[in-house]
């Protein structure tokens, strides 16, 4: 579904609901015309498609979808139809609800977006469930875990590429003596400087830490921590350096050796298509060789 490379979109929303609608005609549904017109469109066509598909046809269009479609495909057209944050949001939901709980979906979410991005996931969050989204992340996490995400959907980041390099050093100092100095680990000093720094002062703290000490924060977060906790930190630094490298390495995962997780592969690609699919594309074809 990616959008690069894609052929001009000629037709208008209206065509599109009517092609859909002939789509779903007959016996069977013409899955092939579904996917070509759904998966070459953006998020305000898609929107606008839903909106002439109920005017000429009182039916909401996810609603036929989902009677039409199943298994994977339903699962990544429905994702599919959502603006990206509408989507993530439900991702989320999805992951933290009792009877499907995956946290580390969840986690991947939350701690691969931007500030702007997790503002409107919690906005999209509230408005399509009725909760806020610290309150299920309360009620359906625990531990160190638990406080990372509620600290890192809850503080506000600067975005911009300028950097503290002084900060920096102080803050390696600060995550070498909560870690690697000392036995045990002191969490609160990891979970406040990972939620409260940009992405490119973590960056900037990942390479003082490795200047100054001679190993990398990277593998300083693996050996002083674990489980959840440690997906999440992990999540965090890598996506404050390459995300695009970060999301090549979980499609390779998820696509290697028997079988396919596919529940991440959709994930990834449905989420990630509108955002920065092209450098994954890239980042991919560099480190495997093949697209």
């Known amino acids: 579904m990616s959008t690069l490379s894609l052929p001009p979109v000629l037709t208008s929303p209206r065509d599109d609901a009517i092609q859909l609608y002939r ?4 016996l069977g549904c013409d899955t092939a015309a579904v996917v070509n017109i759904l998966a070459h469109r953006d998020a305000t066509q898609r929107s606008l498609i839903q909106h002439e598909y109920r005017a000429m046809y009182s039916e909401d269009l996810l609603k036929r979808l989902v009677s ?6 339903e699962t990544a057209v429905l994702l599919w139809m959502h603006d990206p944050a509408g989507r993530d ?19 991947e979410v939350i701690c691969s977006r931007t500030p702007s991005q997790i503002q409107l996931i919690k906005q999209n969050y509230q408005a399509k469930f009725g909760v806020f989204l610290e309150q299920d992340i309360e009620r359906h996490t625990s531990g160190d875990h638990k406080k990372l995400l509620l600290a890192y959907v809850s503080t506000s980041r600067y975005e911009g590429l300028e950097v503290d390099r002084e900060m920096a050093m102080k803050d390696a100092n600060a995550l070498y003596k909560a870690g690697e100095k000392r036995l045990g680990t002191d969490e609160k000093t990891f ?4 939620s409260e720094r940009s992405r ?6 990942s390479a003082a830490y490795h200047d100054m000490y001679g190993g990398s924060l990277k593998k ?8 959840k906790f440690e997906r999440g930190l992990l999540t965090i630094l890598q996506c404050s350096e390459n995300p695009a490298k970060y999301f090549a390495k979980a499609l390779q995962k998820a696509m290697k050796g028997l079988g396919t997780d596919d529940t991440t592969l959709i994930r990834i690609i449905v989420t990630r298509t509108e955002i920065d699919m092209q450098y994954i594309k890239a980042e991919y074809l560099r480190k495997y060789k093949r697209p």
């Open 23 to 26: 789509a779903f005609k007959g």
């Open 68 to 73: 039409e479609l199943r298994g994977k495909l």
């Open 89 to 107: 949001a439900i991702v989320i939901r999805q992951a933290l609800l009792p009877d499907l709980t995956n946290l580390d979906a969840a986690t």
């Open 191 to 194: 979970i406040r400087i990972f």
């Open 200 to 205: 490119a002062q973590l960056a900037a703290i």
């Open 220 to 227: 300083a977060v693996k050996s002083e921590t674990s489980g």
